[in-house]
């Protein structure tokens, strides 16, 4: 169990820098667990898989995207999201704030879909040198959260990103290409992600960006 008051930004980015990061049981839970699963979630970027279906509906996507205009709004969407198979959430207030503050200063994102000016889906997640760790997504309009997945991974593929972690495997993301690899493997990944440098005309904004 993690002592939430005491998580600084520095120690929750090094959590992730090690292979660990933080979920709840339950949206209305008071404790934050780590968690660095066996076999862990991964999209290669190089081999991400758009279904033609999808593929159809981006040719005249009615949706605008932005990027980090709305990280709160896409976060609690995130955790108040439920559905037939899943009635609750592991996102809950503590997991909110921290990454709210996160985002504040620069290293948690947000992929915003729009429809008539209306927030219709989105994700958000973190990143670190050439490694996105994706957290959460949602949809409240057809094929609003897979059009921000695809919105992301242009631009991490535009960045020269080598890792996007799903830290785990689910339907949703079979389709995209989602694999599971060893925790072993995981971390030679995530060891490479982080002393790549992604470029910095199109990555995300880092903490030491807005410091310097």
């Avoid at 979920?23 to 991964?42: C, I």
């Avoid at 932005?66 to 592991?90: G, H, L, N």
């Amino acid at each position: 169990m993690a002592d939430v008051a005491a998580i600084s930004m520095a120690e929750l980015l090094d959590a992730y820098r090690s292979g660990y990061f933080p979920m709840a049981d339950s949206r209305d839970a008071a404790e934050l667990y780590w968690y660095m699963p066996e076999m862990r979630g991964v999209i290669p970027l190089e081999h991400f898989h758009v279904p033609h279906s999808l593929q159809k509906f981006l040719r005249q996507c009615p949706y605008t995207i932005t990027i980090d205009t709305a990280f709160e709004r896409v976060i609690r969407a995130c955790a108040d999201s439920k559905t037939e198979k899943r009635q609750d959430t592991w996102i809950n207030d503590t997991i909110i704030a921290l990454y709210c503050q996160l985002a504040a200063e620069g290293s948690a994102h947000s992929v915003e879909v729009w429809e008539n000016n209306i927030l219709a889906g989105g994700l958000y997640g973190v990143s670190i040198g050439g490694a996105f760790f994706g957290e959460s997504m949602f949809s409240l309009a057809a094929n609003a959260s897979k059009v921000a997945l695809v919105h992301l991974v242009e631009r991490l593929r535009k960045a020269g990103y080598v890792l996007l972690d799903t830290q785990y495997v689910n339907d949703h993301l079979l389709q995209f290409g989602v694999m599971e690899i060893p925790k072993k493997d995981y971390l030679e990944c995530l060891s490479k992600a982080l002393n790549t440098s992604p470029n910095p005309s199109t990555r995300f904004l880092t903490v030491s960006d807005i410091k310097s």
